[in-house]
């Protein structure tokens, strides 16, 4: 098949926390630092060419905030001992940590002929059909970028595109401890609430299963025909 139709999928996902013995469990988890997760996106995007095929990269981060490179840091209340980073994405302030799943989209815009607004509205499609699928009834926002449950944003999303390519992408809550947010006004609305999926399904999968199904929703909106997994080890 040509790369036009190939996906690859570099999957890093750690094992699925429990959250009854939270703190315990982070020992065990395969959990990034951020900062050479996006400095691979970016050593990435600089050097792939015509010929590469477009990656979506799953994982979960250790702890942190993250800051759009415009953001104001008056949305940031108290950090606590949560580092913060400033970035290249669009975006005020979120928080990143174990229990959401990152899925970051390294996508040449150019091949597929999309826009950066329909790649965030596709991202967001995407969680909302996987949604849908549990149950759950799920909206974008075309003010605030992301999805939400009942007013409360349940996915984030946050982009940089260089070179005609994306990449960041998106963070869905699945199942984590909330209490960081508290330290925010998330993505810059001091009143805006998160949610989880935990909060709203009677029995929450297994996190690697609604991993491929977002993998799977994803793949059919930009019509990739060939979707391959990488389990392979986190090198930075």
Same mark, same amino acid.
């Given at each position: ?98 229990? #959401?799943?990152? +899925? ?11 826009? !950066?607004? %329909? $790649?965030? =509205?596709? /991202? ?74 935990? #909060?709203?399904? +009677? ?11 977002? !993998?799977? %929703? $994803?793949? =059919?909106? /930009? ?14």
């Amino acid at each position: 098949m040509s790369v036009d139709s190939q996906l690859q999928v570099r999957d890093f996902l750690s094992h699925a926390i429990n959250p009854i013995a939270y703190s315990a469990s982070l020992a065990t988890t395969q959990l990034l630092d951020y900062e050479p997760v996006w400095q691979a996106m970016k050593e990435f995007t600089r050097t792939r060419t015509a010929e590469t095929p477009d990656e979506l990269w799953l994982l979960e981060h250790a702890p942190v905030f993250t800051l759009g490179k415009a953001a104001d840091e008056s949305h940031v209340i108290d950090a606590g001992d949560i580092p913060m980073v400033r970035v290249d994405r669009g975006g005020q302030v979120t928080y990143h940590g174990p229990g #959401q799943i990152m +899925a970051y989209a390294l996508i040449n815009l150019s091949r597929r002929n999309l826009g !950066v607004r %329909a $790649l965030v =509205e596709c /991202l967001e499609q995407t969680v909302i059909d996987v949604l849908a699928s549990y149950g759950v009834e799920a909206y974008g926002d075309r003010k605030a970028p992301g999805v939400y449950v009942e007013k409360k944003k349940i996915a984030a999303l946050g982009l940089r595109v260089s070179r005609g390519c994306s990449y960041h992408g998106l963070c869905f809550n699945f199942d984590f401890d909330t209490a960081p947010f508290a330290g925010i006004n998330p993505c810059g609305f001091p009143d805006l609430e998160v949610t989880q999926l935990q #909060q709203q399904v +009677a029995v929450l999968p297994d996190k690697k299963t609604l991993a491929k199904q977002l !993998v799977e %929703a $994803l793949a =059919e909106r /930009l019509a990739y025909d060939d979707v391959r997994y990488d389990c392979s080890v986190w090198g930075g």
